[in-house]
Structures are given as structure tokens and as C-alpha cells.
């Protein structure tokens, strides 16, 4: 975060990829027997990795009382649609699979408002769109999401010097 005056602040965020691998031994249980007994059951391995992110963001006071805020993002889910999939048998000999579900990178936008009505009362408004990390024909009920609106409303009132009470609602 840099402030090159009072009054206006330019910031950057970057969150870096996180890759996450899940390991576990399945049970199966067939007419309340445990088949696991019978049947020698692989370990199933899953790999995943969270997305990287960067997201710009500006503030800027316009009037003792008025600010201006906005703020431009992308996240890496084309990373994330890479799922790695993997079974190892008994004998040792693992199967590793990568599954593409398609996914593509996002952009975000916003634009929001900030009115100081008096030293305790702050109010706060604005609208984010982010387009979709899949398109129509990949979506599925796994991971539902689509390009989204947002709408905002905020308040802030302050009690006391070290205690400040926020309420916020937001409309996707």
C-alpha cells in the first residue's frame, strides 16, 4: 500500500498458488458387511491447486466528506480446472490421471462510494462484477459458479475511540 499523497492510496495484493494433495484409503460397505475386508481397496490421491491472484486497488478522498474506491483483479483458474486424479494398487504401480474441467482465468471489476456523514456515521456503496471461470457447456453442480453482479451497502458507526460497529449487505 503507497499513499503518494493524503488522501489518495494505491494498492496491490498478490495471493500465490497453493497446491493441495489429499490422500485416503476408501471403505466400501456393501448390505452392512464392509467389502473393504475382501477386496484389497486402492489409496486414491487427488491434487488440486488453489489459484494465484493479484487485485489492484485505489482510494481516493474527493471532499472532507466523499471518497472514491475502485479496484481490478484476475485469479488463475485455468490452474485450478487442472485436477490431478490418481489410484495406486496394491502392487505399487500408481495411475495418475489429469483432469481438465475447463476452466478459465477471471477478471474482476468494482467501483465503490464512501460518505462520512459526521465524526461517529460512515456509510459506504458500490457494485463488483466478476466474469465466470467456466463457460455454459462446462458448468457443472460441483462448482456452480457464473459471471456475478455485486451489489453492497455498508454502515459504520463509531462507539468509541477503540470501538467501531460495521454492519455490511451485499446482493450477488
Known amino acids: 500500500l503507497i499513499e503518494p499523497r493524503e488522501g489518495t492510496r494505491i494498492g496491490v495484493t498478490y495471493l500465490s498458488p497453493v497446491k493441495l494433495d489429499f490422500k ?37 478522498d474527493l471532499s472532507p466528506k466523499w471518497s472514491v474506491m475502485a479496484d481490478v483483479g484476475w485469479q488463475q483458474w485455468s490452474q485450478f ?18 483432469a481438465n474441467l475447463n476452466y ?25 462484477f466478476d466474469s465466470s471461470s467456466v463457460n455454459s457447456a462446462n458448468r457443472t453442480v460441483t462448482v456452480p459458479m457464473g459471471r456475478a453482479w455485486r451489489y453492497g451497502l455498508g ?5 468509541s475511540q477503540a470501538i467501531n460497529v460495521n454492519a455490511a449487505y451485499e446482493f450477488l
Open 24 to 60: 485416503d484409503r476408501p471403505e466400501i460397505s456393501v448390505f452392512g458387511g464392509n467389502l473393504g475386508t475382501l477386496l484389497t481397496t486402492p489409496d486414491l490421491n487427488l491434487g488440486v491447486k488453489v489459484p494465484q491472484s493479484v487485485m489492484l486497488g485505489f482510494y481516493q
Open 81 to 98: 480446472g487442472q485436477v490431478q486424479v490418481g489410484v495406486e494398487g496394491a502392487g505399487g504401480n500408481p495411475r495418475v490421471v489429469t
Open 104 to 128: 478459465q482465468d477471471t477478471w474482476h471489476g468494482a467501483l465503490g462510494a464512501q460518505y462520512r456523514a459526521s465524526d461517529k456515521w460512515q456509510f459506504t456503496g458500490g457494485v463488483a
Open 155 to 159: 454502515a459504520s458507526y463509531q462507539l
